[in-house]
């Protein structure tokens, strides 16, 4: 059923949007943006994109948010706290323009949108609890010493974030950072900028936060270099892919060696023993985790090891999910999965379908464009299942970012462990098995930030999310995420 809200979004579309600094709307004066609605391929909404003028603006207001204060003194903590509630129930009571904004721009199913924007109202709420949690330390010194840690904001903090979760990215980054104390300047992708605009624009009419403390630029990726490289920027928290993160690094380097954080990419593998609990929650997670986020997902499993014994079991069990499984109009219950996110990144995921192919990869299922009825119009393709896989083709080593999974058999544990951690990623892996013994050697074995024995994908604020080896630097959520938004001073006092 499409949302009644609808009709509202249509009008509030019409309007080119801008930039949001220092407490007021601006019309930016970089490139001209359209957003398109992956749906149907048509324009739903433009914006300006921010010059180097407007970034320099952007952190200026940022800087003399932070020095002046109040948002960043101990003094208005209190204040900051409510503030970030006050945004959470914001959040809630526009719910449905911000779940409809992201599924006409990103093409997710509104379900799973409404799910995301509920999150980011969770963030503003948890995180809005620790601004008068954190302490710092008493140093056990030798001497006659007072020495203690303190922990202070880090400053001016730019904030880019993808086009799978736009707004729940935006979360994860905004809310330990404002309750730190930090000035934030964010950047949505340009492919999905619409929600993080709306969610400015609700803040802003409620005055809930003082000018500057929170600032929104948007336009292309290469258009934010001058932030990256700005010299007055204290740090870069970043999530997207491994090859921007990188380039990241050396914008850091290149400037003032601002501290970076990165959230990357993955190829995650997920272990099916031939002793599994059951194997058939194993097989239901692996599909619909990969599947039912159009596989725009960073810690999908998108690598599927399976255990010889049960590989044939597996193997039907995928082919009898694609024959329930419904692709189309991401605003329709009827839907499992909704259109890839834009022309360029359908045509690059049916472009690894043709690699895959040419690896020699058998297709088990899907492997084309999905044509039916209205769905001609938008950026729709099957679910993918590519078995009897090795992990040197480059469908098992690259990320497609895309509804595809890569089935690989396998004989025992070392060779499972073996093949999983031969990735340059390191974000998150999951087993299967009854066996206690084997679940926490092979959990000690795997090389990634999260592991997931028994149910692949599970997330909370109150845990940490954050990659190895190429999938990033760093942790977002729970109180590992605050160490990113602080610095410590150690200050000693002779008696
Ligand atoms: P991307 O790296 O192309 O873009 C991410 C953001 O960086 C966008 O806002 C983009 O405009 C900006 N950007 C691009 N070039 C830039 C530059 N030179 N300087 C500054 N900013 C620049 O990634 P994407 O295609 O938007 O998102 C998909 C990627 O994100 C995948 O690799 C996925 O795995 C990753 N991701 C990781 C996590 C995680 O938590 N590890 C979460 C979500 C997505």
Sequence with gaps: MKPAVLSWANGWLKDRKGLYISGEWRPGSGKVVESVNPANGETSATFTGASEQDIDLAVKAARDAFSK??????????????????IARLIRDHQDELSTLETLDNGKLYSESWGDVGDVADLFDYYSGWVDKLYGDVNPVVGDFLSYTCLEPVGVVGQIVPWNFPIDMAGYKITPALAMGNSVIIKPSSTTSLSMIRLMELIDTARVLPAGVLNLILGPGASASHLTRHPDVDKIAFTGSTAVGRRLVHDS????????????????????????????????????????????????PTRLLVERPVYDAVLKGLAEKYTHWRVGDPFSDWSNQGPQVSKEHFESILGYIQVGRGEGAHLLCGGDQNTDGDNALGYYINPTVF????????????EIFGAVLTVIPFDGEAEAIEIANDSPYGLAAGLWTSDIGKSQRVANALQAGQIFINRYGCYDHASPFGGWKESGWGQDLAKASLSLYTKPKAIWYAY
């Design 253 to 300: 380097a290149d400037s003032n060696l601002k501290t970076v954080s990165l959230e990357l990419g993955g190829k995650s593998p997920n272990i099916i023993f031939a002793d599994a609990i059951d194997l058939q929650a194993a097989i239901d997670r692996s599909w619909t985790l990969t599947m039912s986020g159009k596989g725009e997902k960073c810690s999908e």
């Design 387 to 398: 078995v009897d896989c090795n992990n040197k083709m480059r469908i098992a080593q690259e």
């Design 69 to 86: 204060g109040p948002w960043s003194k101990r003094s208005f903590i209190k204040e900051r706290g409510a503030a970030m509630r006050e």
